[in-house]
């Protein structure tokens, strides 16, 4: 049985939902009328009167009972919250205020009735599982209000509005036991049976819905038993599955589960076995919501066989969960390297060995799962010899990816060794699965008694969806990990951890043209990863260029960085010319790139120095921002190596002479010396070898193969090169093949072990929707230009059907049939052909016309019959695999025989073919097999109805066949009296024989009679010498006593010798624990020591790696320097120049001051002056009473006065009135003056 998850499917029809919880509607009393009640059956009508003038938002019903629960009908004549405006809502409510009852499982039918046509009336139905939380169920858009309220629609009569519904509950107990002590609210190990009483009242109803248990809880989730009908391939089936159910209202955590169950559908009549199923997986937490089987039995087998009844289902469900606890959290980095919650061992990344990264971001973190019965788990385990089973942990959220751990706790070998344990990595936002992440992580199993023992391991990948989990198979070992004293498992817990780091990236892929292309490739926490490249490789994801797929590759080389370009290994042989470059993300033009090729298959690949670690990681060079560094791969050009090399290798013509020289060489004898060279050479060149040359080579191949033991590789390759000839094969190479399969055995059956395992790996490919290409995968020496010439003719095969796919195939079974020591094997491998899909009539009708024509051709006109082109010999193993084909039990097969024997009619046109064939039809069909009975009585009507023709013949043969029956009859009924003659005279002898048996019963009663006297002699004669062995035995056991006393003496000496000796040993014990002990010291010391001389080698690397950074420093600081002292030379010849000049110019300032001192010393002697008018002015303002007008000139006189003494005087004492004084007093002030 296959498992299958269940998803929920989004149909037209709108599905139920709860009402509004908040709308709680007024009291009301709307009478329901019950027309028919049965125990868990109702039908009832809910009559609303004038419900046009109704204006309240919400009505209810009385409560009616269904089998014990209280029901009512809930509607919102507007429409409640939920809805569209313009529609009615409705709902069915379960649970009276004064119960508490309301745990059910109910289907129900709404219908708004329609009292004029009941046709019209609008209905809805469905199923729910009524609980304490979730109490209604209906619809919020039930119907359009405008077309219920319509006077002329018939759904109102005098206003009154009518409701009918139909309820069936499910009659149903669970019965639920579990080893959980009192007061313990979960179950970890228990069993649940759900009992079903009542399954024909709801058996049309599961055709569509599914019955649905309650919920019962399991560690921290509630699950539930889904049961429902499937239909799968054209048949009924039951199906069973287990479902975490959310019965709060409002859940507070996500609840989750992982558990080991088993469904049973109990058998209730005596003598039929219960059906089981079992299987495991984490119900929520990222997990599933739904397990189970959707074939779990076929339906016939579940009402037929005794499973169903008096409507009676028993279903039972048995469950082994683990207790566990889980959580996550980011991982802070400090100052020392160190980071909060990290395992103190192991390394991965950071200067610290303790540290994962350097500092704290969303796309790292740490998970911590702790398992509480983990050895209740593998003894369960190992009881049901269960092996690879895993154990999910929940889903947790690091950056943009998803994780979870992943444990195999009986590893994943088949004899139990290692524990597994990996890391599983899903991208839950991209649906298409196209993703791809670069991770570092650490997986570790903790010692709790000293957490530097636990066991940890780190690496780091590249996750797809392909390649989703990584880990270790053989993480450590069973042994180690159970071992009491080892600490790894400490009161039957086990704890899992596992540390995350998430390149946080973008990329993206420009195409210029169909072979050039630009990748940008940029790492925004790049710094985090700086110290993990000095061990490992950070990878991008691929890109695909004209059919090559290529990856990026970056890594740290002593102190340079280095980058190159990788292929994937499984792609075809390409040559590529790329560029690569660094980005400066602040000056782009100072980019740096460096050119390079590839070549994928010889790995010709040169790494890139692009620069020192250093100067990328300088804050002003640019290259790294924000921690983001950008790396930009430009292919220039890409082709096939083989197009580059041999452009016209597809375009060779065999001439004359070279099919003459090679048949000359198939003549030859070859050495085993040269015959495996010669077979290499062969082999390499079939796949690009001429149409003319193919016999000759092919003989070679099969030649040289046979001499150095390669017959299966030359099977293969032969094989796939006529797979690319289809039909297209020459009447010579068939009869090359056939020869060659008739005389050496040895290729034959290798010829039919590569068809048979050819025909398993395409039933494979189609199960997996992939169809395969047998030269890419199976031909592994074929060059590159014939494997293209594989794809693209497989490519053709694909659009079309498989008819010259396999006809090679097939016209080499068809021409085994005729050696005897392959026949059976050749028509098994031919009847899984057909059964599989891959031989049809189109293909054996062609196979036979190409056998008419190496008949036709190698036969002389004497030799060919006048009816048929073919032999005695070939018809013969035709007919018996025809015949062998009928007898199959295969519906594919046993059309394709049908259609077999028609192409055989039309083929083998003879009169005495026809009778063979319709004879043996008839005998097979006259068989007592009763399968072979059917299949062939079938036949003979198909051909009758096709050939009228073959009516009459086959009468005639079954009416012999029936006169040869009679015969056969009335034979048996003559033997079947004799024997009952036979039978009479035997019971004669029998009683005459009891006779006499019963004579010498009573002569043996007499001799038993005389037996029993002697007997009791024999008991006296007994009894006297038990009487003397008991006085025997007195006297022995008094000797024995002595001999004892005897013992315990010499006991007693011996444990005094023992006593002796073993203080002797524990004084040597005690001796060797001191020794013990002083060498572990002294081990200890040496350890220490040990410990001491690398931390003080590892200081001085470290200082040997500072002193070469400074170094390093000093001379980019000599080399500054130096320029700066050319730079600083040429500026002082300047500033010497600049000094010159100054020079010039002081010496002309200075004749210039001289004039000025000039100026001064006149301008001191006008200042006398003026001081003086200024005196003589001050004198004049006291004696003259002037007005305001006057008043306020004077004063502007007198500060223009002032103003002069502080500045040079003015030759024109006019101007500088008009300048500083307004026209309108300068008149009166020039008089003044």
């Not at 709680?24 to 046009?52: G, L």
């Not at 790995?603 to 804050?619: E, G, P, R």
């Not at 000359?664 to 060279?677: G, L, P, S, T």
Request: hydrophobic share 35%.
């Amino acid at each position: 049985m296959k498992n299958h998850r269940v998803k929920t499917l989004k149909t037209k029809t709108p599905k139920p939902i709860s009402s509004p919880l908040s709308e709680t509607p007024p009291a009301a009393d709307y009478t329901v009328n019950v027309d028919c009640s049965e125990d868990f059956h109702s039908v009832c009508k809910w009559v609303i009167p004038d419900f046009r003038k109704i204006k309240s938002r919400s009505l209810y019903s009385r409560y009616f009972q269904v089998s014990g629960y209280d029901f009512r009908f809930l509607m919102y004549p507007k429409g409640d919250s939920l809805s569209v405006p313009g529609h009615i809502s409705l709902y069915l409510q379960v649970n009276d205020p004064c119960s508490s009852n309301c745990d059910c499982y109910a289907c129900y039918k709404i219908v708004i009735v329609n009292v004029v046509d009941e046709t019209k009336s609008l209905s809805k139905e469905s199923v729910y599982r009524f609980s304490k939380n979730r109490k209604s169920i209906g619809w919020c858009e039930f119907a359009v209000s405008n077309t219920v309220l319509d006077a002329n629609s018939g759904f109102l009569k005098d206003g009154v509005l009518t409701i009918s519904g139909e309820i069936r509950v499910l009659d149903e107990k669970m019965e639920f036991s579990s080893d959980c002590s009192e007061g313990m609210s979960y179950a970890l190990n228990g069993k649940v049976t759900w009992s079903i009483r009542n399954y024909g009242l709801l058996k049309q109803m599961v055709k569509t819905q599914k019955i649905i248990s309650s919920a019962f809880r399991v560690w921290e989730a509630y699950l539930g038993v889904n049961l429902s009908k499937s239909m799968v391939n054209g048949a009924e089936n039951l199906s069973l599955f287990l479902d975490i159910k959310d019965i709060e209202k409002n859940p507070v955590i996500d609840r989750s589960c992982w558990c080991l169950f088993r469904i049973s559908v109990l058998s209730q009549k005596p003598g039929v076995s219960h059906v089981s199923r079992e299987y495991y997986g984490r119900f929520g937490g990222g997990g599933d919501t739904s397990l189970g089987w959707t074939e779990f039995m076929k339906i016939s087998d579940f009402f037929d066989e005794g499973y169903v009844v008096d409507d009676n289902v028993l279903v039972s469900v048995s469950f082994n969960a683990i207790q566990e606890s889980s959580f996550s959290f980011r991982i802070e980095g400090v100052s020392s390297g160190k980071c909060k919650g990290m395992i103190n061992c192991g390394y991965l990344g950071g200067k610290s060995k303790y540290g994962l990264v350097k500092r704290c971001d969303d796309y790292t973190g740490k998970i911590i799962w702790k398992i509480e019965n983990f050895s209740r788990l593998k003894d369960i385990l190992k009881k049901k010899k269960m092996k690879g089973l895993c154990v999910k942990s929940r889903r947790f959220r690091i950056g943009n990816m998803e994780v979870r751990i992943l444990v195999y706790p009986r590893g994943q070998s088949q004899k139990p060794i290692h524990l597994s344990t990996f890391l599983e990595v899903l991208d839950p936002g991209n649906s298409s699965g196209d993703w791809s992440s670069f991770i570092v992580y650490q997986l570790a199993v903790m010692n709790g008694k000293m957490i530097e023992k636990s066991v940890v391991k780190q690496s780091a990948e590249r996750c797809s969806n392909a390649t989703k989990n990584h880990g270790w198979s053989e993480f450590m070992t069973l042994t180690s990990l159970f071992d009491q004293d080892s600490g790894f498992i400490g009161h039957e817990t086990a704890v899992f951890t596992a540390e995350v780091h998430i390149l946080k990236e973008t990329f993206m892929t420009t195409e210029s043209s169909d072979n050039a292309c630009s990748v940008t490739w940029k790492m925004e926490n790049f710094l985090s990863f700086k110290e993990i490249m000095l061990s490992r490789r950070i990878l991008s994801r691929f890109f695909e260029i004209g059919g090559c797929k290529l990856q990026i590759g970056i890594y740290q080389s002593s102190a340079n960085i280095c980058a190159y370009l990788g292929s994937d290994p499984l792609i075809d042989n390409f040559w590529v010319n790329y560029r690569i470059t660094i980005v400066n993300q602040n000056d782009p033009a100072k980019s740096l790139c460096k050119e390079s090729s590839l070549c994928t298959k010889a790995y010709f690949n040169a790494d890139l120095q692009l620069m020192k670690v250093s100067d990328m990681l300088d804050t002003d060079a640019g290259f790294v921002v924000h921690e983001t560094i950008t790396l930009v791969c430009e292919i220039l050009d890409c082709c096939p190596w083989f197009e580059f090399f041999e452009p016209e290798t597809g375009n060779m013509e065999a001439e004359p002479s070279d099919c003459q020289f090679l048949s000359a060489v198939c003549q030859m004898d070859i050495n085993n010396e040269e015959c495996k060279k010669t077979f290499s050479e062969v082999s390499g060149v079939l796949g690009s070898t001429p149409y003319e040359a193919l016999q000759s080579v092919i003989h070679l191949l099969f030649k040289s193969a046979s001499q150095c033991q390669c017959i299966p590789r030359a099977v293969n390759v032969v094989r796939a090169r006529l797979e690319l000839l289809g039909a297209e094969i020459s009447p010579d190479l068939l009869d090359l093949l056939g020869s060659t399969m008739n005389s050496q055995h040895e290729i034959a059956e290798a010829m039919l072990r590569e068809i048979d395992s050819v025909f398993a790996l395409d039933e494979k490919c189609k199960l997996l929707d992939v169809t395969p290409c047998p030269l890419s995968k199976e031909v592994p020496y074929l060059d590159s230009g014939t494997r293209l010439a594989a794809n693209s003719s497989h490519r053709e095969d694909e659009s079309g059907s498989h008819v010259h796919h396999h006809f090679s195939d097939i016209f080499i079974l068809i021409d085994m049939l005729s050696i005897p020591s392959l026949t059976i094997e050749a028509s098994g491998v031919f009847e899984r052909g057909v059964a599989h899909g891959y031989i049809d009539n189109q293909v054996v009708a062609l196979v036979l016309e190409k056998h008419a024509q190496r008949f036709s051709a190698n036969s002389t006109a004497r030799e060919k019959n006048a009816e048929s082109l073919f032999s005695e010999e070939f018809f013969t193993p035709v007919l018996a695999l025809a015949e062998t084909l009928s007898l199959s039990i295969n519906s594919q097969v046993h059309n394709f025989v049908k259609m077999f024997y028609v192409t055989l009619f039309e083929v083998f046109s003879g009169e005495s073919y026809h009778t063979r064939m319709l004879r043996g039809l008839v005998d097979l069909a006259t068989s007592p097999v009763e399968n072979s009975l059917e299949m062939n009585l079938d036949m003979l009507i198909f051909l009758v109805h096709r050939e009228h023709g073959f009516a009459r013949p086959v009468l005639k043969m079954v009416g012999d066949a029936a006169k040869h029956d009679n015969a056969d009859h009335s034979a048996i009924s003559h033997r079947l009296r004799c024997l009952e003659e036979k039978i009479i005279h035997i019971g004669k002898e029998k009683r005459a024989e009891l006779s006499n048996m019963s004579s010498e019963k009573a002569t043996l009663l007499e001799r038993l009679t005389e037996t029993e006297a002697a007997l009791l002699h024999y008991k006296s004669e007994m009894e006297l010498e038990r009487d003397h062995f008991t006085c025997e035995k007195t006297e022995l056991c008094a000797h024995i006593q002595d001999i004892e006393t005897q013992l315990e003496q010499l006991c007693s000496k011996h444990k005094d010798h023992v006593a002796k000796h073993c203080m002797e040993k524990r004084d040597y014990q005690d001796h060797l624990y001191h020794v013990e002990t002083q060498l572990s010291h002294l081990k200890s010391l040496k350890h220490q020591e040990l410990k001491k001389l690398l931390k003080e080698k590892e200081v001085l690397a470290e200082r040997l790696r500072h002193a070469e950074a400074n170094l390093e420093v000093s001379d980019r600081k000599l080399k500054k320097y130096a320029s700066k002292v050319v730079i600083q030379e040429e500026e002082q010849q300047t500033q010497l120049d600049e000094i010159w000049q100054l020079k010039q110019k002081v010496e002309q300032i200075e004749i210039v001051k001289q004039d000025k001192e000039e100026e001064v010393a006149h301008y001191r002697a006008c200042t006398y002056d003026l001081e003086a008018k200024l005196n003589d002015c001050q004198m004049m303002r006291g004696q003259v009473h002037l007005n305001n007008v006057g008043l306020m000139a004077l004063n502007c006189f007198l500060g223009c006065l002032c103003y002069q003494l502080k500045n040079p005087p003015c030759r024109n004492i006019s101007n500088f009135l008009k300048m500083h004084i307004g026209r309108r007093w300068n008149s009166m002030l020039l008089y003044m003056v």
